[in-house]
């Protein structure tokens, strides 16, 4: 019996019947992951609630061992999503093809490593001001990817 069979047993044994259920997010492969739903492990779960491809996009990736709510739109279980997530690991935004770390990360190298023209000549920022702007960089990449 394939997964897909097994799923389907597994929530037909389930006091409802409908196609949205909560599993264990065990691992991400880029825009989809590996869910255990009881004993049985599923991958290709799309992360997305579509297949098309975009230049924008909020790619959020689960914490490994949180709880994750699965559904399907068309109620087919090969085509199965994460609806949400107890705990998120990484955020990806993409607008019209930019990545917003990407973004964030080079604007503040450009300003990190900015000339400043004064009366007296050409100089640097303060190395605690460059100090700072390292670790502010480091805090956007704990949060957005």
Do not use: H, W
Not at 20 to 46: H, M, N, Y
Not at 90 to 115: H, P, R, W, Y
């Amino acid at each position: 019996m394939d997964k897909y069979r097994q799923l389907a047993e597994l929530l037909r044994n389930r006091s409802t019947k409908d196609v949205f259920f909560t599993a264990k997010f065990i691992s991400s492969q880029g825009s989809t992951c590996t869910i255990l739903v009881d004993d049985l492990e599923l991958d290709e779960v799309r992360l997305l609630p579509t297949t098309a491809k975009s230049d924008n996009k909020v790619l959020l990736t689960p914490k490994v061992g949180t709880d994750v709510l699965i559904g399907s739109l068309s109620g087919d279980l090969n085509n199965l999503f994460v609806i949400s997530a107890n705990e998120i690991q990484d955020i990806e935004i993409t607008c019209n093809g930019v990545n917003l770390m990407e973004l964030i990360s080079d604007f503040i190298q450009t300003i990190a490593q900015a000339k400043v023209i004064t009366p007296q000549g050409t100089g640097t920022f303060d190395p605690s001001v460059i100090s700072q702007l390292n670790v502010i960089e480091t805090k956007f990449k704990q949060v957005l990817k």
